[in-house]
Structures are given as structure tokens and as C-alpha cells.
């Protein structure tokens, strides 16, 4: 596997900017935190990454702020623990520039932890470029609680939060009108099924819920993911069924208790991709 690890000097670096500017911006958004905190057992701090392919350089902002406020909060004498989930279960929506396409296209839609690793090692793609940036991230000294995104739905811990998305979707599709401008369909619903003949979930468009099961056709999907046609119904329970990510985030805030997940300008614009999840929050 070809490494993107931050050479060592960088990591110094990185470390003694992070400890000597904590008290310019850290310490004042803990004090925030426990202004405004209830009475409660350990604060939950969240971050996740896609692992869709090589991550970006970048993403180690979330991980540094995420992971200072957890360290102040624990060092002033709040409980806070550091959740960061690889997010494993959103759809194959493109290929990485590395990988020849005619080889991987196939795959395009399908959950990323039912694709096959590049390297034919690694558990699936997900866990081949997650473990790359897991050990990024344990080398400039933070250590979260990762987890899986589809340990979730697998598990069945998102199973209440879909059944309420898919119960008022009628209010979901009302707050993306009204924040965003985004106008669904009178029978758009807040889920991707996985298909039952073709195993992807960035192709599938619901188009009922009888309370039980979800009605949907398997179509087309993001990146040029191609449909199989299938048009089924299924349990959108237990893994059946993914919320998109505009009400997944706020479902996740919900089951895991999060009381801190920030966001990058680029999300919490007026009417953007924080501001819908506020809402349906």
C-alpha cells in the first residue's frame, strides 16, 4: 500500500501547535460546552470520515478539534469521551485515481464495506484506506474510540431513528424545501435500500413505507453508479436500509448521545448541509 503517513518532523509540528494555541480557542468553547451542558453522565465528542479512498490531509482538522476539546473537557474535570466512526456503509460513488476504472466500476453504488480491498488483504475497501489514515492519526498522539458506521445499522441501533425519518418524512421533505430550497417529490423518502438483486444502495429510490416494509426501484446512483432494474420491497431495518446523510447525522447525534460534533464553514452556511440537520434534529 502505497503510505501517506505525515513525516515525523510534521508530527512534532503538529503536536506543539495543537498543545500552545489550545488556550486561544479550545478552553473557550469548553467553557461554552459547560455552560450549556444539563446534569448527565460523560459527554460524547463525535467525528467521522468516509472511507471512500486516500483521505485527504485535511480531514486531521476535524480529528485536532474534536480531539483538544475532548482532551480540555476530561483535563477541567468533565467526563468526554472521543467518538470517531469510519464510515463504511455510504455507497461507492467514485474511484480513486489510483485504481483503473474499467476494473472497479462495477462496484459503483454498493456499500464500501462490501467492496473488495485494492491490495486483496485488507477486510474490504473501507478498512484498506481506513487503516492508512487510523494509524495517521494515532501517530500525531490522538487516540478516539473508532467505530464502524455500519455497526450501526447492523447492529439495529438505527433501527428507531429510521422508523421515525420514514414515519415523518412529510416533515423531512418540508424542513429541505424551506432551509435548503431542495423540492423531493410527494413520495420521496429519507432511505437508500440496498437492492435485493444487485446488493448496491446508491441506485435504489424509495417510493413507499407500509410501516413494515419499503417499496423501491433500483435505478442509478451518484459517480455513474448503474441500476439493475429490480423493483422489490424490503425491511429497511437491521442494515436493509440507509438514511441519506442529511438525516443520517442527526439520527446518529440522537443514538449515540452526542452532545459536540462541530463542522467546516463549507457545512454550516445558511441553508447548508448543517443547517437541514439542525432542523431535522
Not at 100 to 107: H, I, K, V
Not at 121 to 141: D, H, L, P, Q, W
Not at 252 to 265: D, M, P, R
Request: charged share 25%; proline share 5%; net charge positive.
Amino acid at each position: 500500500m502505497v503510505s501517506y503517513m505525515i513525516p515525523l518532523m510534521t508530527r512534532a509540528l503538529v503536536r506543539v501547535f495543537c498543545y500552545h494555541t489550545t488556550m486561544f480557542w479550545a478552553d473557550r468553547v469548553v467553557q461554552e460546552i459547560e455552560q450549556n451542558r444539563g446534569k448527565g453522565g460523560r459527554l460524547i465528542v463525535r467525528d467521522e470520515k468516509t472511507a471512500s479512498g486516500r483521505v485527504h490531509i485535511g480531514s486531521m482538522r476535524g480529528v485536532a478539534v474534536h480531539g483538544l476539546v475532548a482532551r480540555v473537557l476530561n483535563d477541567r474535570g468533565t467526563q468526554a469521551d472521543f467518538l470517531y466512526e469510519i464510515n463504511d456503509f455510504d455507497p461507492m460513488d467514485g474511484i480513486p485515481a489510483e485504481l483503473p476504472a474499467s476494473e472497479w466500476e462495477q462496484y459503483l453504488g454498493m456499500p464500501l464495506n462490501k467492496v473488495p480491498s485494492p491490495d486483496g488483504r485488507a477486510t474490504n475497501f473501507a478498512e484498506y484506506y481506513a487503516s492508512e489514515f487510523i494509524e495517521v492519526i494515532k501517530g500525531t498522539g490522538f487516540d478516539p474510540k473508532f467505530y464502524r458506521g455500519s455497526e450501526l445499522y447492523l447492529n439495529g441501533k438505527m433501527n428507531d431513528v429510521i422508523k421515525i425519518a420514514l414515519t415523518r418524512a412529510a416533515d423531512i421533505r418540508r424542513i429541505y424545501l424551506e432551509v435548503s430550497g431542495s423540492k423531493k417529490v410527494d413520495n420521496w423518502l429519507p432511505i437508500s435500500m440496498i437492492c435485493a438483486k444487485c446488493g448496491k444502495i446508491g441506485t435504489t429510490v424509495a417510493h413507499g413505507f407500509d410501516g413494515k416494509d419499503v417499496y423501491y426501484k433500483c435505478i442509478a446512483g451518484a459517480g455513474g453508479a448503474v441500476g439493475c432494474g429490480h423493483e422489490g420491497h424490503g425491511s429497511p431495518f437491521d442494515g436493509g436500509g440507509k438514511l441519506p446523510w442529511k438525516a443520517e447525522w442527526p439520527a446518529k447525534w440522537k443514538v449515540l448521545n452526542v452532545a459536540v460534533e462541530g463542522a467546516g464553514k463549507d457545512h454550516s452556511t445558511k441553508g447548508g448541509a448543517r443547517d437541514v440537520p439542525n432542523h431535522i434534529s
